[in-house]
C-alpha cells in the first residue's frame, strides 16, 4: 500500500513537471510570436530618400524663398527627376505644416537621350528635355484645351523657359498609364516636350491649389541622384 501511495505521488509530480515544461514551452514561443510582431520593418530607399535627403532640399528651397520674398513663402513645388516616373515625383510642400501636402506624377521629356527610366535635364532652346532650376508659375494659360499654366525662369540658366513654352499641364497619357500601372510613363514628344506633364485629374488638384494665391508660387525642379 506504501508502495502504491509513493507510485502516486511520483506519478502526479512527473505531471505537474511535464505541464510546466509544456506551459513554459508555450509561454516561450508566444514572446517569440510577440517580438516578431513589434519588429521594426525592412528600411527601404525611399523611407531613406524622405528622411535624409529630402528634407535638404527642402531646407535649400526655403532659404531661397528667404532670398526672393516676391515670392510665396509658405508653399512651394519640389519636382525630383531622380524618382522613377512611374512613382509621385512632384510634392507640394507646405512650410505652415511642415509637410507634404500633395503628391503629383509627372513625364519628362524625350529629348538628350532621355530613357522611359532617366530624365536628361536641358534648358537649351529646342532639346525637349525637362528643364531644371527654379521657376514661377504664371498664371497665364499655356494652352486653352486643358487646365495649364507657363512658367518663368528664375535663373540665368532657365531664363529661355518662356520663350520654350515650359508649362505645368496635365496629358491623358499619363492618366493611361497610371490606370495600366506601368512602373515607368511614357515618353512622348507630342505631349511632354519639357514641361511638368502630370496627370489630368493630378493637374485639376494642382490648378485648385494655384489659384488660391497671387501668381507667386515657385516650383523647383532638380534631380537629388538619390538610387531608388
Request: positive net charge.
Amino acid at each position: 500500500m506504501t508502495v502504491y501511495k509513493d507510485f502516486k505521488k511520483l506519478f502526479f509530480i512527473v505531471c505537474l513537471i511535464g505541464i510546466s515544461l509544456l506551459t513554459f514551452s508555450g509561454c516561450t514561443n508566444s514572446v517569440a510570436k510577440a517580438n516578431a510582431a513589434v519588429e521594426e520593418p525592412e528600411i527601404t530607399s525611399k523611407d531613406i530618400y524622405f528622411k535624409e535627403v529630402f528634407p535638404d532640399y527642402v531646407a535649400e528651397a526655403k532659404k531661397y524663398l528667404a532670398g526672393n520674398k516676391t515670392l510665396n513663402q509658405d508653399y512651394c513645388i519640389l519636382v525630383d527627376y531622380s524618382i522613377p516616373s512611374g512613382q509621385r515625383r512632384v510634392f507640394v510642400w507646405s512650410f505652415v505644416d511642415n509637410k507634404i501636402i500633395y503628391k503629383a506624377h509627372t513625364m519628362h521629356g524625350p529629348g538628350g537621350g532621355s530613357t522611359r527610366e532617366h530624365a536628361v535635364l536641358s534648358n537649351k532652346a529646342g532639346s525637349m528635355c525637362s528643364a531644371p532650376g527654379h521657376f514661377l508659375i504664371t498664371h497665364i494659360e499655356g494652352v486653352t484645351i486643358k487646365p495649364s499654366f507657363r512658367m518663368k525662369g528664375l535663373d540665368a540658366e532657365n531664363k529661355n523657359a518662356y520663350d520654350r513654352a515650359i508649362m505645368l499641364h496635365g496629358a491623358a497619357l499619363v492618366d493611361h498609364s497610371l490606370r495600366k500601372k506601368e512602373e515607368y510613363l511614357p515618353i512622348d514628344a507630342g505631349w511632354c516636350q519639357g514641361c511638368i506633364t502630370t496627370s489630368v485629374y493630378e493637374m485639376k488638384d494642382l490648378k485648385r491649389f494655384i489659384m488660391k494665391y497671387p501668381p507667386n508660387i515657385m516650383i523647383w525642379s532638380f534631380e537629388s541622384h538619390h538610387i531608388f
